[in-house]
């Protein structure tokens, strides 16, 4: 897995979203030109399919725990990543060539930007009731937790804590944190719990046209640099870590 981040959860994640104002109106060649020359940088990148909802993934082969690089280009987004990034250069690298060489092949502008994030998301691996555990673990010491304590209160359902702050000034640079649970309320009746990852999520983001003009490269090694700094000092002690205590400790 990459960075130090990976030994504390099951599954590492590493994305990287452009959000544009207008569509992209991809082309055939202007897809394929884009395409092959990412592939060039990135040979492993070879594998090229059409997603459900109509947008167009490059992404690389491999067994399901090594490092996976993808691209994939929507209406009116450009979104990559690495799956489990070891090195831990990896995920910078890609974003430097794709932002690079997306303006020339997909004819981008300043104008066009409306907004760049990037995600650190950590799977955690919980067979039983993620909600229960979360609200256990993150809220127990809050005033909510004289609600969920109610003597009416039979389970806990829906945990899952979304958190905005802005880190600039003008609220341009943002910080998402979000907890996702995947347990059903079928699950939680018949208490037949299936293995799946409970994420913890921390998104880094910049909106365009507040600041001074600033290239897709140097926002985005920005933003890097800014989501390490919060998950390796926030994040993943306050967040990432105690989750993954309180899963052992019910294992």
């Not at 987004?77 to 995920?91: K, Q, Y």
């Not at 913890?200 to 910049?206: D, E, G, S």
Request: charged fraction near 25%; proline fraction near 5%.
């Amino acid at each position: 897995m990459g960075l130090a981040f990976g030994a504390h959860c099951d599954d590492f994640h590493i994305a990287t979203r452009l959000f544009l104002k207008l569509d992209l109106g991809l082309q055939r060649e202007t897809v394929l030109h884009f395409f092959d020359s990412v592939k060039r940088e990135f040979p492993q990148m070879r594998k090229l399919r059409r997603r459900e909802d109509g947008s167009l993934l490059l992404e690389e082969d491999g067994a399901d725990d090594s490092p996976k690089r993808w691209l994939r280009l929507g209406d009116a987004t450009i979104r990559f990543g690495v799956h489990n990034p070891d090195p831990p250069d990896l995920a910078s690298t890609l974003g430097e060539i794709v932002l690079k060489m997306a303006p020339f092949h997909l004819t981008l502008g300043e104008l066009d930007y409306d907004h760049l994030e990037v995600v650190y998301e950590f799977d955690l691996d919980y067979r039983g009731n993620h909600d229960q555990l979360v609200a256990d673990t993150l809220l127990a010491e809050s005033p909510l937790a004289g609600l969920m304590n109610h003597g009416g209160v039979q389970h806990v359902i829906d945990s899952q804590p979304f958190l905005g702050l802005a880190v600039s000034e003008a609220c341009d640079t943002q910080v998402y944190i979000e907890i996702k649970s995947r347990t059903s309320t079928y699950e939680i009746r018949t208490q037949q719990f299936e293995p799946q990852p409970l994420s913890a999520i921390l998104t880094v983001r910049r909106y365009w046209g507040f600041a001074q003009s600033e290239s897709l490269v140097d926002a985005h090694a920005d933003l890097t640099r800014r989501a390490n700094e919060w998950a390796m000092d926030r994040f993943v002690p306050m967040v990432v870590n105690p989750l993954a205590q309180a899963i052992a400790s019910r294992s």
